[in-house]
């Protein structure tokens, strides 16, 4: 049961000011019933009656009152904000906007840009409000992968970022405050152009699929700081291979047989020794570099996991 409100009473308390009334409006609001005559010599000529709701937009909202019109007036503020800021192209609709940035790589120069990233039913913008200027940008079209990747911070802060592949093979890092969701909202607006990627930490590999092998290697995952090997455990099926740091929630590579289009033993000193490298490559040009104890027999096991037919 909920308790009622006390009603509201009229008064002439002369200490009763602006401000009073204003917060009166706005958090609990106010009824007026009104009917006016207006007469001329006793004749009655115009008649008003006025029934009105004056509150705040909080209160309002709370009853029930214009929710269609605060939900309309927020999208028209939203188009009209983008639209200034992006220079919206003609039929252009804003798909999402988040607080992020863009990684800038020029020669030995690496340094995060702080930003707004907009994506849009056409392209994906990162722009800077104060002072303006569009800090990176691409077409949807252009975009050939997505995938989220870890990244250490200088406070030694584990934090996801986005990596585009575009087109022309560049590699691009985005910040999100929400990657998941803009991970989510790229990955649905790109459907149509890209190509298979490397998910991080999606889709793991269902417990009721046999293992064709199980066991430790280690993973060379890249960071801003350089790349860095850390152990964890392997499991290859037939659909599959997963890799898992004890650490982690979800496995930190999921890499789907029918994408590894060739592996490959790399020359050079890895964890396990000397030879101990291998290199995978994947249908979207990179390499996935692994280490092992017995290296040619996971070479074996992932070239039998691989479907027929597919590129050596």
Not at 113 to 129: E, M, N, S, W
Not at 221 to 235: D, H, I, K, T, V
Not at 249 to 260: F, G, H, K, Q
Not at 290 to 300: C, K, S
Request: proline share 6%; aromatic share 4%.
């Amino acid at each position: 049961m909920t308790a009622e409100r006390a009603p509201m009473r009229p008064t002439r308390d002369p200490r009763v000011t602006l401000d009073d009334l204003v917060e009166v409006l706005l958090n609990k609001g106010a009824v007026l019933h009104l009917d006016l005559i207006v007469a001329v010599a006793d004749i009655p000529l115009i008649g008003v009656s006025l029934r009105a709701a004056v509150a705040g937009m909080e209160t309002m909202l709370e009853y029930g009152m214009m929710r269609h019109w605060d939900e309309a007036t927020r999208a028209w503020a939203e188009r009209s904000v983008a639209r200034r800021a992006l220079d919206l192209r003609e039929g252009e609709r804003l798909l999402h906007r988040a607080g992020g940035g863009h990684l800038l790589t020029e020669g030995v120069y690496r340094g995060w840009r702080p930003g707004t990233v907009h994506v849009t039913d056409q392209r994906i913008v990162v722009l800077r409000a104060e002072p303006r200027e569009v800090l990176w940008q691409a077409d949807l079209a252009a975009v050939r992968a997505v995938r989220m990747t870890p990244e250490r911070t200088v406070g030694g802060e584990e934090r996801l970022r986005l990596e585009l592949t575009l087109a022309d093979g560049a590699r691009e890092l985005l910040s999100a405050r929400e990657p998941e969701a803009l991970h989510e909202v790229l990955t649905r607006a790109c459907a149509g152009n890209l190509a298979p990627a490397l998910p991080f930490g999606h889709a793991p590999a269902r417990e009721e699929d046999p293992a064709l092998a199980e066991g430790h290697l280690w993973y060379e995952e890249q960071r801003r700081s350089g790349p860095l090997w850390r152990g964890g455990r392997a499991r290859l099926t037939e659909d599959r291979l997963t890799w898992k740091s004890p650490v982690d929630a979800r496995p930190a590579l999921v890499l789907r047989t029918a994408d590894i289009t060739g592996a490959r033993r790399l020359p050079g000193h890895g964890p396990a020794g000397e030879g101990s490298v291998l290199g995978l490559r994947t249908a979207t040009g990179d390499e996935v570099r692994l280490a092992a104890d017995d290296p040619a027999a996971w070479i074996r096991r992932l070239d039998a996991a691989r479907p027929v037919g597919a590129a050596g």
